[in-house]
């Protein structure tokens, strides 16, 4: 896996604009997410969990109550890969099939 150049980079954020780039590691992006408790927040790291192991790419995530934070970077491209965007773009399909389900509820 190969890592995004700049332009590349530039192009694939610009697409994610809720998630924010750090160079750091040799480049990730970083989300938060909230939710309005435990359950939901829980449900939400389920789901991606399933997808991740789906495509054998697995995030970096800390959950406190109904707040989870989630990294992504490929550390055999040392850095951000395309592997990162197409599973952030899944994340936020996830996030928001949430979000729809508990204005539902």
């Excluded at 109550?65 to 490929?74: Q, S």
């Excluded at 773009?89 to 204005?103: E, G, K, P, T, W």
Aim: with cysteine; net charge negative.
């Amino acid at each position: 896996m190969l890592k995004l150049d700049d332009q590349e980079r530039q192009i694939a954020l610009e697409q994610l604009s809720s998630w924010q780039y750090e160079a750091q590691r040799g480049g990730l992006i970083r989300r938060k997410f909230v939710f309005h408790d435990f359950t939901e927040a829980f449900a939400f790291m389920t789901q991606v969990a399933l997808h991740a192991e789906k495509h054998d790419h697995h995030p970096e995530w800390n959950n406190v109550y109904n707040r989870v934070e989630i990294v992504l970077t490929t550390h055999d491209a040392d850095g951000l890969s395309q592997r990162d965007i197409a599973l952030a773009h899944i994340i936020d399909a996830v996030f928001a099939r949430c979000a729809a389900s508990a204005d539902q509820a």
